[in-house]
């Protein structure tokens, strides 16, 4: 396995109808940061971008880039649904429970 690849991939919906794009390593996650709005790069945009560079530098893990790319994927609302879920949690009936 190549040291840049994800574990599993991040899945990125653009929205109902649209196909899944499917994030799987630190250079699939850096070339769609690239193409990200100028005007809607904030913090969150910059440390996935700072994690995915220091990734390919050799600084840091690519789990740990996808971390981040997932945590921005998930604030900007771009996180398939289905990477939401805790899968294979033990507590998965909390998942399902209503709110108090």
Known sequence: MDRLQFFSPVRISHGRGQPVEDIEGVNEAMAFLRKWPRGRRGPVYQCALNCCAAALAGQMSAE??????????????????????PIGSEKMDSVYSPRR
């Open 64 to 85: 740990e880039a996808r971390k981040a790319f997932a945590g921005f994927a998930r604030i900007t609302r771009l996180l398939d649904d289905d990477m939401t879920l």
